[in-house]
């Protein structure tokens, strides 16, 4: 009888969930919203557990990097590797490697710096309000492509993903990029071009490749015989884009400081397809049956080059659901793959967004296996990225 009991509770709570995002008013965001900020708080209050077991003042890895006293406080959780350079971009403005990083983000943190008056406070609510801005407008653009119980159910898989919710709770330019391109697509679909354009420019002042949301939408244009708005479409995120550039060229007296800055961060650290090709058949020649390090880099890196081809099977089948926004996936996985270093892939392939639009499940022990676990692993990853300092992105 309990075991009855049990099971019949547990399918109408299935059902009223169901129910709930399949309304037709507002109340079908307030939940997802309300599932991912809790769990973000969660996660982030056990991060902070383990860094203050044992009665310790809590710490990171980043404090000691970064000159910062113990008192420097909680919403040090929340900040880790590039975190401090778009700060130090806010407080003090562009030099020498800072030409790497692009304008948008460090703009907000300013902005949200004159309401609150604290920087490390400033730079954590913009990225963490956006990363849960992004939930809704996900979902409403997944209501697109599919209904909306597939829709809820994409829309947690994503943001619960463990890449996506580290860096989409983090100080980092994931929530905004990801804001951005959302932002261009469904406005884009509701042929409200000039806001469109205005979130593509956006998407191109927080990462190089945001660039390329412009394409897509001139695509679509093109489409519906708008010659000129096509063109205006493309051409005011790169006149924009070009005048940042020139801005840079002010302060440097290099035309190419964005590409020159990123010497910086080269040296070791293998960019591109082809470095982990190149690391394939090093590998090759020098292992031997006493090569145990070089046994485990050739595993690590077929590993990568199966994540790649995974990651693509589901970027090309979103050409298929929309020409337009599946082209733009594909160019931007290309960008990623050939350009990107290759230690970020994990951070930056999951944000290619057309390759969500592919999935779906109703398999109630996957979604309940992705609820249970993608936290889990989010946290794992969380204390090791901020806390312990070690690269996870």
Known sequence: ??????????????????????????????????????????????VYGLATQGGKVFATFWMKEWGIQHNGGWPLLFHGWDSAWYIRIAKTGYSYP???????????????????????????????????????????LAENYMNRDQAAVMTLLFFLF??????????????????????????????????????????????????LIALPLAMRLLRERR????????????????????????????????????????EGWPFGITSILRSVIELGWSMSESSFISLMGAVIIILWLIMIALIAIPIVGSIGTDRDFGLYGMLLF????????????????????PAWLTVRTRNRFVITAVIVSFPVISLVLWYQFVVLGAWVG
């Open 98 to 140: 800072a030409y790497a990083f692009l304008p948008a983000y460090p703009f907000m943190i300013q902005i949200a710096n004159l309401l609150i008056g604290e920087w490390l406070l400033s730079s954590f609510i913009v990225s963490f309000a956006l990363g849960i801005l992004a939930v809704p407008m996900f979902q409403l």
């Open 162 to 211: 463990p890449p996506v919710f580290l860096f989409t709770s983090i100080a980092y330019t994931e929530s905004l990029f990801t804001v951005a391109v959302l932002g261009a697509w469904l406005f884009c679909l509701r042929k409200r071009w000039l806001i469109s354009t205005a979130f593509a420019v956006i998407a191109s002042l927080t990462k190089l490749y945001g660039l």
């Open 227 to 266: 010659r000129k708005l096509a063109f205006l479409t493309l051409f005011i995120p790169s006149i924009i884009f070009t005048g940042w550039n020139y801005y840079l060229f002010e302060l440097s007296g290099d035309w190419v400081a964005y590409w020159s800055s990123q010497n910086h961060w080269r």
């Open 334 to 353: 290309l960008f990623i793959v050939s350009f990107g270093s290759v230690w970020s892939f994990a951070r930056f392939l999951p944000f290619i967004l």
């Open 1 to 46: 009888m309990t075991e009855v009991a049990h099971g019949s509770s547990m399918k109408e709570a299935i059902q009223r969930f169901s129910d709930h995002i399949s309304t037709e008013d507002t109340r079908r965001f307030l939940l997802l919203i309300f599932v991912v900020f809790g769990l973000k708080v969660l996660v982030a209050w056990a």
